[in-house]
Nanobody, 121 residues
Framework: QVQLVESGGGLVQAGGSLRLSCAAS????????MGWYRQAPGKQRELVAT???????NYADSVRGRFTISRDNAKNTVYLQMNSLKPEDTADYYC???????????????WGQGTLVTVSS
């Protein structure tokens, strides 16, 4: 059983910062890409940022320059540092990982349960 557990969400004022963490646990052989997605009320889930095992990153235009994604491969953990937060960043943030579980031969896509980020104006 493989799972992703997010932490670090909460309420912050506009202009503030938050750091999200997501730890993968279970019988994991290797993790390929990891990323963060978000879903605001009444909207579709959208990509925020992704990072490869080697550290190559990709960001949504709306967060580039304000958010930074990083990962610790030894800890199977991905982070999202969010600075200069805006009310429009309010959403449920979901961690995502493409990984190979022990005993499996296909990569699996796994999602966390989500953590709420609320930015007040």
């Amino acid at each position: 059983q493989v799972q992703l557990v997010e932490s670090g969400g909460g309420l912050v004022q506009a202009g503030g910062s938050l750091r999200l963490s997501c730890a993968a646990s279970g019988s994991i052989f290797s993790i390929n890409a990891m990323g963060w997605y978000r879903q605001a009320p009444g909207k579709q889930r959208e990509l925020v940022a992704t990072i490869t095992h080697g550290g190559d990153t990709n960001y949504a235009d709306s967060v580039r320059g304000r958010f930074t994604i990083s990962r610790d491969n030894a800890k199977n953990t991905v982070y999202l540092q969010m600075n200069s937060l805006k009310p429009e960043d309010t959403a449920d943030y979901y961690c995502n990982a493409v990984l190979l579980a022990v005993g499996n031969y296909r990569y699996l896509e796994v999602w966390g349960q989500g953590t709420l980020v609320t930015v007040s104006s």
